[in-house]
């Protein structure tokens, strides 16, 4: 008897509702594959801002690796990259650490250590601690006390753990609070805002910068743009935080309740219609009202340009790309293209995006990069023109690949227009006799 990889279609999905989903779809009721995608999740050498890039977005700061040796050989591939250079440190756990724990009396003297040995003293000591202490139950924010009381400057924990991601506060949420945590209470500025979410700016000419400024706004910060701590610093006078991704939450939930500052919340999203809708809520709550014809009108072309050279094009869309899996299949589909495929963790945040998706294109097939019969995923029996995301782009190796997942994060209207003048790119180099077209 052969094997196949399991799918859902969207239809099915929709129709057994988020409280029902498929045991094969939820990755804690079942053995996990490790698929490109899990991979670069996972890793702790992944690409993208995983917990120890994130850990070391603020200026200055350095960070303690505290594990076993097989994770600090890992993060070599994150300590080689320029930006990166002497900043990680390691304090290796032997067998007896792990059985008794004693490391934790070590990791104040080696936080000292790593302080005297650089030139500069840092801004701030990050520890990240792995899977280890989470099955230890190691209480990493007495240790960083110690630490800092021995130091004098901030220490502050990251964790380094796959075991937490199905949790309340996973790895990436976790990691976004102890950083906004060392921000203190300064004046409050009007034309001052934060933008939280990302580890990268937006991309260049993203017309979102352009609306808050036109209100008056004179003072953008984002934690990648700062340059020194004392800049991080200054997001503290922020009038209000922008929040661009969900996982800056409970960070600025934190900032409110200890700063005072209140914030709001915006989606990414790919739909012209629903980008528009929600700056002119956002107008609302503002008091604005946000002239965004002719940002509209541009990504409108670029995704006209793209119909034209590809009227039918038939996508397979995966999950590790600067994008909602699902809500970017729901917006190819009503911009008149074919979804064959989705490659995604289905949530409630994007549950309402797949039953919209289920109502215009029912037969859609929604797999689990994590599901382990996707080692047998066979790419005949769903031929596709395009891939987006590096893992729909495994899958399929001899379709046309986006991978869309650089540091700098599309967003709004700009962020259509890139992806599709992109698509367009790739395609036209495909259809020329390039060979497999890959960006």
């Given amino acids: 008897m052969g094997h196949a990889a399991c799918y859902f279609t969207a239809g099915e999905l929709a129709t057994r509702g988020m409280q029902h989903l498929p045991d094969e779809l939820v990755s804690n009721r079942h053995l996990i594959y490790s698929s490109p995608a899990t991979l670069a999740f996972n890793s702790p050498g992944a690409e993208g801002f995983g917990v120890k890039r994130a850990g070391l977005a603020i200026p200055g700061s350095v960070m303690l690796l505290v594990a076993p040796g097989c994770c600090g050989r890992n993060t070599s591939l994150v300590s080689n990259m320029p930006a990166y250079k002497d900043r990680f440190f390691y304090l290796n756990m032997a067998e007896t650490d792990i059985v008794t724990g004693r490391h934790l009396k070590k990791i104040p003297q080696a936080v000292e250590e790593v302080v005297d040995c650089l030139a500069q003293r840092p801004s701030l000591v990050m520890i990240c601690i792995t899977c280890v202490d989470a099955l230890l139950g190691t209480d990493m924010e007495r240790v960083c006390r110690r630490a800092e009381e021995r130091v004098g400057l901030p220490v502050r924990p990251c964790y380094m753990y796959a075991l937490t991601r199905e949790g309340r506060r996973p790895p990436m949420v976790h990691v976004r609070q102890s950083l906004y945590s060392l921000l203190e209470p300064r004046k409050k500025r009007p034309t001052s805002v934060n933008v939280l979410g990302f580890f990268a700016p937006l991309v260049e000419g993203c017309e979102l910068y352009g609306y808050l400024r036109g209100m008056g706004v004179k003072a953008i910060r984002e934690v990648s743009t ?214």
């Fill in 226 to 439: 700062c340059k020194d701590f004392d800049e991080f610093q200054r997001m503290a006078e922020a009038n209000f935080n922008l929040v661009l991704h969900p996982e800056a939450r409970f960070a600025a939930a934190d900032l409110q309740e200890r700063l005072g500052i209140p914030s709001i919340e915006l989606t990414r999203l790919y739909q012209l219609d629903r980008i528009r809708t929600q700056y002119q809520a956002l107008g609302q709550v503002l008091g604005q009202t946000f002239d965004d014809a002719s940002d509209y009108a541009a990504a409108q072309d670029a995704v006209d340009a793209f119909a034209r050279h590809m009227p039918q094009a038939a996508f397979s869309v995966g999950e590790c790309l600067n994008a909602d899996a699902f809500e970017l299949a729901l917006a190819l589909v009503r911009y008149g293209f074919v979804v064959r495929e989705v490659f995604g963790t289905v949530q409630a945040e994007n549950f309402v995006f797949l039953r919209r998706l289920a109502e215009l294109s029912p037969h859609t097939r929604v797999y689990s990069n994590m599901e382990p019969t996707m080692v047998y995923y066979d790419a005949s029996d769903c031929p596709v023109d395009v891939c987006l995301g590096k893992d729909a782009g495994w899958y399929h190796p001899e379709a046309a690949c986006l991978a869309w997942n650089e540091d700098v994060q599309p967003y709004g209207y700009a962020g259509v227009r890139l992806l599709f003048e992109a698509l367009l790119r790739l395609t036209s180099a495909a259809a020329s006799g390039e060979g497999r077209a890959q960006a």
